[in-house]
């Protein structure tokens, strides 16, 4: 009989940020593995009428191959553009509290054999409650929810936590967590998704993009969590490149949302940048996203250096990059070194500097046997991070099967 697994999220499903895709997408990969899956998450109002009708399977384009199920939750989400930052802040994490106490119980009914989720409250009770849980971890929570860690951090329920770095780890330990119950695990890719992909001048005729410039290619949300991904230096960087063959490159940002653009679009006046050279592109579909990528001839990632994109991000454009065999220039972080390599499966730059962003782009078109190498490397390395590798690590730790490449 096969594992049945109950995947306990709090996140508004579908969603277009990439916490709703990588959740998926690791319950798609569990099921890969031969494991009987459900995921379960609250009501939460869908501000995005294009979002209201469609499953997280069309949404995200993956397998129907695990179940879904919505659970009663009362949204206070909607509450908060009503309420000062520091009183919903108090409303949200009670809510959280209580709803993740009527998921664990509800959960407990369906005596499922493993119990995975993302938030600490969850992880709380689920372990509290005794049943077998996992906990994917991609912040270090503080103040209340430290506590609550605390608590369950040698609880023998919890089987063993998941985290993204390095860093996670080392923090996690220090709170009390048992070294051999971590298991670090970046994000990871759909390599078929990118298997017997079109040319590159292919995919430019079937998106509408010039044939005859180079292309600067972005991928994935213009911000998070209200923090700019870099792509204001992008616009800058643009005033320091050459037209070559008296053709200005093209800095093509794919990924949304469009009303950040106006301010992009103010910095490159600023900086004499020719908004011929921009192209801002919103949201395009997950299955899509390979034919972008392959459009390139450079494929950015320009994190500036704050301690978020320093030691707790695994961006899963990097491993979409990655595997599109397209070369990278990205931001020289702690939490990039752990996957990229300077000058053999990337180049990197320093951080939050927009000539230094420039001169690595230029280091690589003026030599193309470098170019070639690192995406070739790069594409390589992509091996090692697919989502069913992924969740067979968790499932498996500490003997993971390495037979699979999707």
Not at 156 to 163: M, Y
Not at 354 to 374: N, Q, T, V, W, Y
């Amino acid at each position: 009989m096969a594992v049945r697994l109950i995947y306990i999220a709090t996140a508004r499903l579908p969603t277009e940020k990439a916490h709703g895709y990588q959740i998926c997408k690791m319950c798609e990969a569990f099921a890969k593995n031969g494991v009987e899956v459900e995921l379960w998450h609250p009501y939460r109002y869908q501000p995005d009428t294009k979002l209201r009708e469609q499953s997280v399977f069309d949404y995200y384009g993956i397998r129907p191959n695990f179940k879904v199920k919505t659970l009663l939750n009362w949204d206070v989400v909607r509450l908060q553009q009503l309420l000062p930052k520091s009183k919903f802040t108090y409303l949200g994490f009670s809510h959280t509290l209580i709803w993740g106490l009527y998921a664990a119980m509800t959960a407990r009914k369906a005596k499922a054999d493993l119990y995975f989720t993302r938030d600490s409250t969850i992880a709380y009770w689920l372990t509290r409650l005794g049943l077998p849980t996992v906990y994917e971890a991609h912040v270090v929570p503080k103040r209340a929810r430290r506590i609550i860690l605390r608590r369950i951090a040698r609880h023998p329920a919890l089987r063993r936590v998941v985290v993204l770095t390095a860093f996670i780890k080392e923090q996690f330990v220090q709170l009390g967590f048992p070294d051999d119950k971590i298991v670090t695990l970046p994000d990871s890719v759909d390599l078929s998704l990118f298997a017997d992909l079109p040319s590159p001048r292919e995919c430019r005729q079937r998106l509408g993009l010039p044939e005859d410039r180079l292309i600067i290619g972005y991928i994935g949300r213009f911000r998070t969590m209200e923090m700019e991904k870099g792509i204001p230096e992008l616009v800058q960087a643009m005033a320091y490149l050459p037209s070559p063959n008296g053709k200005e490159p093209l800095l093509l940002c794919v990924g949304g949302p469009m009303d950040a653009v106006p301010p992009y679009l103010d910095l490159a006046r600023r900086h004499s940048v020719p908004e011929a050279k921009l192209r801002f592109v919103d949201r395009v579909s997950n299955n899509e996203v390979p034919l972008w990528i392959r459009a390139f001839d450079l494929a950015v990632a320009p994190f500036p250096k704050t301690e978020h994109y320093a030691y707790f991000m695994s961006p899963l454009k990097i491993f979409e990059y990655m595997a599109a065999a397209v070369p990278i220039v990205a931001s020289d972080l702690p939490s990039i070194r752990e996957i990229l390599r300077h000058g053999e499966n990337a180049w990197l730059v320093e951080p939050g500097s927009p000539s230094a962003l420039a001169e690595g782009m230029r280091s690589l078109f003026c030599d193309r046997l470098l170019l070639g190498k690192i995406a070739k490397k790069a594409q390589h390395d992509a091996e090692k991070y697919t989502w069913k590798r992924r969740a067979s690590a968790i499932l498996y730790y500490p003997s993971p099967s390495h037979d699979d490449k999707n």
